[in-house]
């Protein structure tokens, strides 16, 4: 996509991004009720349809904001969710009272003392609202994801279990969110190039020190991007704006053709399936 002579690149906002934008608005917008919603673009609101969305969520409170793998998740009273799903470029910001809605500004949810703004240059991000027990089709990858890289049941036996006689490349294996929840290209390739191995690999090839070391990686590379408020190479903004710094620690992703900071050799660039993967043919085996 071309615009003033400038290549914009999407990715996915990941875990750590994610995760970011729902601390920041954590302290910020719990107990504040829902005054009202206007919804800029229908096709956004992806479960119920948009009057029923509306109905469902004006006058609820906000009683605690959470997150599962790349979704976040405003917990209402009377048992409702407000889920929101990202996706490629969407990104929130909370802004005051008065504030106008941006250039794609899609949904804008009033709460008392703020708006929240949900924003989506291409229109793919998607809001569903749903009642405890409820499990619509429409968010079936929602409702059939992996653990967390980041919590403690993901440990080496589950890592080890998921990967174990699978033919498939590790990094198509990482990115699959059955797998490992809200990981995506980008902290596939970091932890990949952290744990030493090459993104081509075949999965079942791995060693048991290799496994072990990736596993260690995919926690480590995930906490330090948390600590860092994300990774803002492309459309991904705090909620009040900001960059995250993640960036500023990459070694493989977005790096192709420069020197390896380890090693100096090139970082190259190969696709794997759809997705393109970056790594180091020297430092990954
Ligand atoms: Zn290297």
Do not use: W
Not at 20 to 34: G, S, V
Not at 55 to 69: L, P, Q, T, Y
Not at 74 to 85: A, D, Q, S, V, Y
Not at 146 to 171: C, M, Q, T, V, W
Request: hydrophobic share 35%; glycine share 6%; proline share 4%.
């Amino acid at each position: 996509m071309k615009k003033g002579g400038t290549i914009l690149r999407f990715i996915m906002p990941e875990l750590p991004e994610v995760e970011t934008i729902r601390r920041e608005l954590k302290t910020k917008i719990i107990n504040q009720k829902i005054k009202d919603c206007i919804i800029l673009r229908r096709d956004v609101i992806a479960y119920p349809g948009p009057k029923k969305f509306y109905r469902s969520i004006v006058n609820e409170e906000i009683i605690d904001v959470i997150r599962r793998a790349k979704y976040l998740i405003l917990e209402l009273t009377n048992n409702k969710r407000l889920i929101f799903h990202l996706r490629l470029s969407g990104t929130i910001s909370l802004k005051n009272y008065d504030a106008e809605p941006e250039r794609f500004t899609r949904v804008i949810v009033k709460l008392q003392a703020y708006q929240l703004f949900f924003n989506e240059p291409r229109a793919l991000g998607r809001i569903y609202l749903v009642k405890n027990g409820e499990n619509p089709k429409i968010l079936k990858g929602f409702f059939n994801l992996g653990y967390e890289p980041i919590s403690p049941e993901f440990d080496f036996n589950y890592l080890r279990k998921k990967i174990k006689g699978r033919k498939a490349r590790i990094k198509s294996l990482l990115l699959d969110q059955h797998i490992c929840a809200g990981i995506g290209n980008i902290y596939s390739d970091e932890a990949l190039f952290q744990s030493g191995v090459r993104p081509l690999r075949r999965a079942h090839r791995l060693t048991i020190e290799e496994t072990f070391k990736l596993l260690l990686s995919l926690k480590d590379v995930l906490n330090k991007a948390i600590d860092n408020f994300g990774t803002s190479v492309s459309d991904y903004k705090r909620t009040d704006g900001k960059n995250g710094s993640f960036q500023d620690f990459l070694y493989v992703y977005s790096k192709e053709g420069e020197p390896c900071r380890v090693c100096g050799t090139k970082i190259v660039v190969r696709k794997i399936g759809s997705r393109s993967t970056r790594y180091c043919p020297k430092c990954q085996k």
